[in-house]
């Protein structure tokens, strides 16, 4: 018994000893990593993760009236070690948002719903409200980022990502008056589904070991593929986004 004590006592002293003599190494692997953590020397890949708020306008055509407000997180993991040469030497990641809260705010107008049987006259409903406030949720699960390494403090990212919009009405919402018969006809329904495609860029402020701020600037087209019996869409609306990131 005494010497099994004793056996365990030397285990616990060596495990102390070796912990103690590790621990300048360990402090000295976060002092590395206190910024920026594409320059760890070691080639870490690292997996982040974060929360975002994202929000715009649209630009084109009689889309300059929308307005966006998102918000949810993002997660992303490195996949390669930091490759090139120059300023533009960097890696690539894989990365996915989800915003559970989404809305568009879009002008309000009156639109009747018509049909026209053969060999009858129109056929039309009374004047109801159309458009307003857009709800749904968003998901982008392909994102593809390069990450240029940048400074102790500055990393910056460009990016091609596409995605699918599910909003609680047809949107976006369109038509009369005065009445058309495209537009407010028996073919004139959109779609509560549509796509995102987009592309943009970003910069990352590392504010303390793995904790960065990141701010985002996205181009953001909305299209439901004719998903619906029409497809009015947003060509182009321009977003920016603000997060704060955990990296591991």
Request: proline share 8%; charged share 10%.
């Amino acid at each position: 018994m005494i010497n099994q004590l004793a056996r365990i006592g030397a285990t616990t002293l060596w495990a102390i000893a070796l912990l103690l003599a590790t621990r300048p190494s360990s402090g000295q692997a976060v002092v590395t990593n206190e910024n920026n953590p594409f320059l760890d020397p070691k080639g870490h890949q690292p997996l982040e993760i974060g929360a975002i708020v994202q929000g715009g306008f649209g630009v084109t055509e009689n889309r300059d009236d929308f307005k966006f407000l998102m918000a949810g997180v993002h997660a992303g993991k490195v996949l390669t070690a930091n490759m090139g040469h120059g300023p533009l030497r960097g890696n690539f990641e894989y990365a996915v948002e989800v915003f559970p809260f989404w809305q568009s705010y879009t002008p309000k107008f009156q639109r009747p719903f018509c049909t026209n049987p053969p060999g009858t006259p129109p056929q039309c409903t009374p004047f109801y409200t159309v458009g307003g406030t857009f709800t749904g949720a968003s998901v982008t699960p392909i994102i593809l980022r390069w990450n240029v390494i940048g400074t102790k403090k500055f990393s910056f990212w460009g990016q091609a990502a596409g995605g699918l919009l599910w909003t609680n009405h047809k949107y976006p919402a369109f038509g009369g008056p005065p009445y058309n018969s495209q537009n407010d006809g028996k073919y004139a329904d959109a779609s509560v589904f549509n796509f995102t495609p987009q592309g943009g860029i970003g910069v990352h402020y590392f504010l303390r070991p793995r904790r960065s701020i990141d701010f985002g600037a996205n181009a953001v087209h909305i299209s439901s593929a004719s998903l619906g019996d029409r497809n009015p869409g947003v060509n182009a609306s321009v977003q920016f986004s603000l997060g704060y990131t955990w990296w591991k």
